[in-house]
């Protein structure tokens, strides 16, 4: 068991890259929770807090930043960082000025998402 | 078009015959005058020959009166004489031959007066002299008589017809002076009448003279006029010439300036295909890179997991796994050029103080490049801040030190391709005219002269690798921001490229 175990949402439309992100911080001993789209996430967000959330933008209906703006609604303290495979730079000003935590361009550099657990 | 220059005033018509018509009447007049003139001179000689003429035609008349004048005198005097002489006879004798020639020279100049033709105009001297013939009939008969009472020794008889002798022989004296007289008061008045009429002559004389300086003036005056009007002429045209050289120069430049702008029209329709060309294309890429992105999200944390998993188990695996890594970063590589050079969307402008944001940007991409190549940055610019899309002039400093590092050691991983020995990148900024600047400078091998124009084209590369999408997607990007790129290069020296970027991006570009 890791001492510093966390409850981790990871959101990602595409099944395989949620699953591997996921995986990784399981093997990393923490708990997680996997949703494949923007009203799934805001579900989950109902069921329970999260310590950190990993979510993708580009999602189909609703994408991660509306989703986002949502959960903050009932979890103004929710801690989110957005993933993005190209640049929606409107989108991920909107993101951070709105309080998310940072933007992970993927492919996602490992090492700085296991930091970011860290820290 | 519009032409500028006026029109040129068109010469007064005409004025060419009006002059013609000028000097035919100056040169009618001058004829005229020349006329006038000499018609005057012939007047004047035939006044002259006239004159002499009717001289001529006295002077016979007046020798022969001189002659009848001195006969006149002493008619009388043989009968005076008679008495203080011997032979009376004699006296008389000579009495009577004075008397016959007198008798006969005046009916002579009675008879020549009247053959002249000048008996009308004669006609008091020819009453005169037809009265002298009567008196010499008195004279003759008196003294005839006186010298038949002397020779008969009546001398008181004698005597008195003597005195009446005397009495007549005045009177025959009186009365051809009075002829005389009045021939010649005939050619006095005829004189006189000619000098009248030279006179009048005199007058037509002034005349003349005043038309012939009138015509002197006039021509003078004329010419004046018709020089000064010449030279007008001469002035209009080459105005009207410069006035057509300078439309001509008019039309020239602005045929020059169409063909500049039917050039910028097509470079505009050319640059509006193209911009539509590359916002298709940059709609694709961004999918492409959307869609790729997240298998190669997958594959690297799917690779990351399989490393940690048999990290230890087997170690021999570790090259490999690297390998894949390089190989996604790569791919990844290739969708931010592919995205750099086909984005379209309007630049995302704020105020950035240059330095400190350049400073971490050089940080972070240092660390990505080969361990070998040092990064120097040398800040220029004191706190200045300039607008741009930080997003956007990020990719040109990542792709100057990507170009700069890959020209010295290409990735890195071949010392073979090594062309440099201390690859050394220095990014400065400085202070440029109405800007801010941002250089790169390498110490590589420099860019050959033919491939300098090049470099600047879409998917040139000299490199084994890359889409060749790197320096136009730069000038793409200062472009957008109204700036440019410079490169100076030095085979065997390196390369500096410097991004100059005014300080106020353009706002139409920023909306």
Redesign the interface.
């Known amino acids: 068991m890791n001492p510093k175990q966390l409850h981790i949402l990871v959101v990602d439309d595409d099944i395989d890259n949620a699953n591997s992100l996921a995986e990784i911080f399981e093997m990393e001993g923490h708990v997680v929770t996997r949703a494949h789209s923007g009203t799934e996430a805001i579900r989950a967000y109902e069921e329970k807090n999260f310590d950190i959330a990993f979510m993708d933008i580009a999602m189909p209906e609703k994408n991660g930043v509306e989703s986002f703006f949502e959960i903050r609604k009932f979890r103004p303290l929710a801690r989110v960082y957005m993933m993005t495979g190209y640049s929606v730079e409107e989108l991920v000003q909107q993101a951070l000025q709105n309080g998310a935590l940072g933007v992970l361009h993927k492919p996602v550099d490992l090492h700085k998402v296991l930091s970011l657990l860290a820290a | 078009m519009i032409l500028s220059a006026g029109e040129a005033k068109a010469p007064a018509p005409n004025s060419h015959s009006r002059v013609h018509f000028v000097y035919f009447v100056l040169a009618s007049f001058d004829i005229l005058v020349v006329l006038a003139g000499l018609l005057l001179s012939s007047h004047f000689a035939n006044v002259f020959e006239k004159t002499i003429e009717y001289r001529q035609g006295w002077d016979k008349i007046f020798t022969q009166m001189w002659k009848i004048g001195d006969l006149v005198m002493d008619t009388g005097s043989p009968v005076v004489r008679m008495f203080e002489s011997t032979d009376w006879a004699a006296e008389s004798r000579h009495f009577e031959e004075s008397l016959k020639r007198l008798s006969t020279d005046v009916q002579s100049l009675q008879e020549q007066l009247i053959a002249s033709g000048k008996a009308e105009e004669a006609q008091d001297a020819l009453a005169a002299l037809h009265v002298v013939q009567n008196k010499l009939k008195l004279v003759t008969e008196h003294g005839r008589s006186a010298f038949s009472q002397y020779r008969d020794g009546l001398v008181e008889k004698a005597a008195h017809c003597m005195s009446m002798t005397q009495r007549y022989s005045q009177e025959l004296k009186h009365q051809f002076q009075g002829a005389m007289a009045s021939i010649l008061l005939l050619t006095r008045n005829y004189e006189n009448q000619q000098l009248g009429h030279v006179r009048d002559l005199r007058r037509y004389e002034l005349l003349i003279a005043f038309c012939v300086l009138f015509m002197v003036a006039g021509v003078t005056t004329y010419g004046l006029h018709i020089g000064r009007l010449i030279r007008q002429k001469h002035h209009q045209a080459a105005e009207a010439v410069a006035r057509l050289q300078a439309v001509n120069a008019d039309v020239t430049r602005l045929n020059q300036v169409l063909a500049v702008n039917v050039k910028r029209l097509q470079d505009a329709q050319e640059e509006n295909i193209r911009k539509g060309k590359l916002a298709q294309l940059g709609q694709l890429t961004?999918t492409v890179?959307?869609?790729?992105?997240?298998?190669?999200?997958?594959?690297?944390?799917?690779t990351?997991?399989i490393e940690?998993?048999l990290n230890a188990a087997a170690p021999e695996l570790k090259a490999q796994f690297e390998r894949v890594s390089k190989a996604?970063?790569r791919c990844?590589s290739i969708?931010n050029e592919l995205?750099d050079f086909t984005?379209t969307?309007a630049l995302?402008v704020e105020r950035v103080e240059v330095d400190t944001w350049l400073k971490e940007v050089v940080k972070e991409q240092a660390q990505k490049l080969p361990a070998m190549v040092k990064v120097e940055f040398r800040p220029g610019l004191s706190g200045i801040e300039a607008r741009f899309d930080p997003?956007r002039m990020y990719r040109v400093v990542v792709n100057f030190l990507t170009n700069a590092s890959e020209a010295m050691v290409g990735r890195g991983d071949d010392p073979s391709k090594f062309t440099t020995d201390r690859p050394k990148i220095i990014i400065a900024t400085n202070r440029g005219p109405g800007g801010v600047e941002i250089s790169c400078t390498d110490n590589g091998p420099g860019i050959a002269e033919e491939n300098l124009k090049k470099i600047r084209e879409p998917l040139f590369t000299t490199k084994s690798f890359g889409v060749g999408l790197g320096l136009p997607a730069i000038d793409k990007i200062l472009e957008e921001h109204r700036g440019e790129l410079r490169i100076e290069t030095k085979l065997g020296e390196g390369t500096k490229m410097t991004a100059w970027i005014p300080l106020e991006v353009d706002k139409r570009e920023a909306a």
């Open positions: 961004a890179a959307h869609e790729i992105r997240n298998p190669l999200n997958t594959i690297r944390t799917a990351y997991l940690r998993k996604i970063m990844d969708m995205l984005r969307r995302q997003a």
